[in-house]
């Protein structure tokens, strides 16, 4: 079985400082992990995918995540914080098929001015 | 815009009822997948069509079934609705390959409320 567990329910960060979003993951085999963002009243969209390639991952908007096997860990970052950061973050796992996707429960990002 | 479509936005619904949400897959897609997103929750897998067939399922029960058309729309049908049915459901599309970990595209939602 595969499950992921975000840290925080809530962040929030002043704009300009750096962003740090956790999750650790348990998974029986070499998972694909994402993180997910969803702003109100919109889809979810893909910020970053790790694939068994390069630990450090790289998204959109300035974000990119780390995978730590020794740690079960995929943290995602930012090193500065905009103001539309402000959103519901998802880390994610896909099932051993890599068809079907587990997600977190959720952490809000706050940003203040 | 990810080119996935839901209808409709909104939808209130008694117990017991029966409701049918529907989804336009983006251009060249032939994957789609469900799935709700209770309130306050990460959203949760219902199930997976891929070229007309379920191609895998999560943990809902068999009153939650599906179609997807020749044109990879898809509909989700819920029956005899309860009040733990209200949620948001997610449709995703994507184009399935031989890797793991497709990349989903994600509409925004029908807002469901079972009274």
């Known amino acids: 079985a595969q499950s992921v567990t975000q840290l925080d329910s809530h962040v929030s960060v002043s704009e300009g400082t750096p962003v740090l979003l956790r999750c650790n993951y348990s998974s029986s085999y070499s998972p694909s992990l994402f993180w997910y963002v969803q702003h109100p009243n919109k889809g979810l969209q893909l910020l970053l995918k790790?694939?068994?390639?390069?630990?450090l991952v790289k998204g959109i908007n300035g974000f990119e995540a780390e995978f730590k096997k020794s740690e079960t860990s995929f943290h995602l970052t930012k090193p500065s914080a905009h103001m539309s950061d402000a959103a519901e973050y998802f880390c994610?796992?896909?099932?051993?098929?890599?068809?079907?996707?587990?997600f977190g429960k959720g952490t809000s990002l706050l940003v203040t001015p | 815009e990810t080119g996935v479509t839901q209808s409709p936005t909104h939808l209130i619904k008694t117990r017991g009822q029966q409701v049918t949400l529907r989804c336009s897959s983006q251009?060249?897609?032939?994957?789609v997948s469900w799935y709700q997103q209770a309130l306050g929750q990460g959203p949760q897998f219902i199930f997976q069509?891929?070229?007309?067939?379920?191609?895998g399922r999560g943990n809902f029960p068999p009153r939650f079934s599906g179609l997807q058309f020749p044109n990879y729309s898809s509909e989700l049908n819920v029956n005899a609705l309860e009040l733990d049915d209200s949620a948001l459901y997610l449709c995703?599309?994507?184009?399935?390959?031989?890797?793991?970990?497709?990349?989903?595209?994600f509409g925004s939602g029908t807002q469901l409320s079972v009274l």
């Open positions: 995703a599309s994507s184009l399935r390959s031989s890797g793991s970990g497709e990349k989903l595209f």
């Open positions: 790790y694939t068994s390639a390069a630990t």
């Open positions: 994610v796992v896909s099932d051993r098929s890599g068809y079907a996707l587990n």
């Open positions: 251009s060249g897609h032939n994957t």
């Open positions: 069509y891929y070229r007309e067939e379920e191609n």
